[in-house]
Nanobody, 129 residues
């Protein structure tokens, strides 16, 4: 099981920026596909961005052009740079990983929760108007 610890959440005004980070355990981080999800109050968990182990990225439509996901294999860290934040971005943000499972099978990890086996505890992002 991979341990994930998120940090970087906080409260900002609309138009502001935040950078989330997720530190992962394990010695084969380069084989992990990773993702950021979020859960807004009263809603289900939503996939925000993915970073496939081969470097491909994908984003949900509502954050395209505003959020950037990056992965530093040397530091076992996943990042989410969030710019031009909107009140509707307010949510608990979670880091997730497949733990390298899809590296063996060739499956392309998506924004579906089903593609990920390990989750962090979350970090809160609040955007005020």
């Amino acid at each position: 099981q991979v341990q994930l610890v998120e940090s970087g959440g906080g409260s900002v005004q609309a138009g502001g920026s935040l950078t989330l980070s997720c530190l992962a355990s394990g010695t084969t981080f380069s084989t992990y596909s990773m993702a950021w999800f979020r859960r807004a109050p009263g809603k289900g968990r939503e996939g925000v961005a993915t970073f496939h182990h081969d470097g491909d990225t994908s984003y949900t439509d509502s954050v395209k052009g505003r959020f950037t996901i990056t992965k530093d294999n040397a530091k076992n860290t996943l990042w989410l740079q969030m710019n031009n934040l909107k009140p509707e971005d307010t949510a608990m943000y979670y880091c997730a990983t497949d733990g390298g499972i899809w590296y063996e099978t060739g499956h392309i990890a998506t924004l579906s929760e089903d593609d990920y086996s390990d989750w962090g505890q979350g970090t809160q992002v609040t955007v005020s108007s």
